[in-house]
């Protein structure tokens, strides 16, 4: 059974920081690329990171580039979402996926963790 849990969501005030986490099971975590999604109320799931399954490249929405930076953690299984100068329109719940190497299609996803910045 895959899981995908992610944990570290909260109430911070803008210009705080947060952490996220993702604990993965069930998958060859090492075979497949992991990213972090978030959608706001009244708003589309929109893409925050991805990682390359060998942890080298990574890739960032424009709107999160220089504040956010994503990691993988292979002795773990883990992914992390390092959120800095965090803003209000960061509010929103975020997500934790995982698809396989050559798949175009994001596979698996977690449950998702609330985010709240307040201004």
């Known amino acids: 059974q895959v899981q995908l849990v992610e944990s570290g969501g909260g109430l911070v005030q803008a210009g705080g920081s947060l952490r996220l986490s993702c604990a993965v099971s069930?998958?060859?975590?090492?075979?497949?690329?992991m990213g972090w999604f978030r959608q706001a109320p009244g708003k589309e799931r929109e893409f925050v990171a991805n990682?390359?399954?060998?942890?080298?490249?990574?890739s960032y929405a424009d709107s999160v580039k220089g504040r956010f930076t994503i990691s993988r953690e292979s002795a773990k299984n883990m992914v992390y979402l390092q959120m800095n100068s965090l803003k209000p329109e960061d509010t929103a719940v975020y997500y934790c996926?995982?698809?396989?190497?050559?798949?175009?299609?994001?596979?698996?996803w977690g449950q998702g963790t609330q985010v709240t910045v307040s201004s």
């Open positions: 990682i390359h399954r060998y942890g080298g490249i990574t």
């Open positions: 069930g998958i060859t975590f090492s075979t497949y690329q």
């Open positions: 996926a995982a698809r396989p190497g050559g798949v175009d299609t994001y596979q698996f």
